[in-house]
């Protein structure tokens, strides 16, 4: 079993739809999940960060994370065509610089 | 100011060959990542750099892969040898050392395909 779980998808959408987006993940001490956006032939760029458990939202996204779950979500709102791309979560033990340890990534096209 | 570059952007070489890939962090940016993106695997943890010294190489696959940094600032990761199952995204990230988060910029990558 990998460390952190993620369906490929692919997912499609209409416009306007909301969409959800999982993680699964093994390790209890992982503290730190981030989601990353990348488009294609692009590097992975942030997009949200939290800190163990909880929710946080900034704009159409918002990100929960459910430790005792082992769960992280990214929720976004009102989808837009240009939303389309490869979501990767990642998470890491430490706060400092460590290396991240990725989800596959799921690929998702908002469909105008 | 500019972000993570990557070179060469893609890269075809035979079975066999050695190839060389470069980083350049963002200025200022200590700590130095490579991770390798492969269709279907996500991106699997290479090597980590803070400063010139490498404490995690722990992701390397094999002893033919090998990378070093230079004045805290590019870094130069070297396939030897290079086999099929090589053929993937390589990607490197910088980030700051800083007492907050762990937030990586990533590069653009470099596409290896080996034939």
């Known amino acids: 079993q990998k460390e952190v779980e993620q369906d490929p998808g692919p997912l499609s959408v209409p416009e306007g739809a909301i969409v959800s987006l999982n993680c699964t993940y093994s390790n209890s001490a992982f503290q730190y999940f981030m989601w990353y956006r990348q488009y294609s032939r692009k590097g992975p760029e942030l997009l949200m960060y939290?800190?163990?458990?909880g929710n946080k939202e900034d704009g159409r996204f918002t990100a929960q994370v459910d430790k005792s779950s082992k769960y992280i979500s990214l929720f976004i709102r009102d989808s837009q065509p240009s939303d389309s791309a490869t979501y990767l979560c990642a998470m890491s033990v430490l706060r400092g610089n460590t290396p991240l340890v990725f989800g596959k990534g799921t690929r998702l096209s908002v469909i105008a | 100011g500019a972000g993570v570059s990557q070179s060469p952007s893609n890269k075809v070489t035979e079975k066999g060959k050695d190839v060389e890939l470069r980083c350049d962090p963002i200025?200022?940016?200590?700590?130095l990542y490579w991770y390798r993106q492969s269709l279907g695997q996500g991106l699997e943890f290479l090597i980590y750099f803070q400063g010139n010294s490498a404490p995690d190489k722990s992701g390397l696959p094999s002893d033919r892969f090998s990378a070093e940094r230079t004045g805290g600032s590019v870094s130069t990761l070297t396939i030897q040898r290079t086999q099929q199952e090589d053929s993937a995204v390589y990607l490197c990230a910088s980030s700051l050392t800083r007492v907050s988060y762990n937030e990586q910029f990533f590069g653009p990558g470099t596409r290896l395909t080996v034939l």
């Open positions: 200025s200022g940016h200590t700590a």
């Open positions: 939290t800190y163990s458990s």
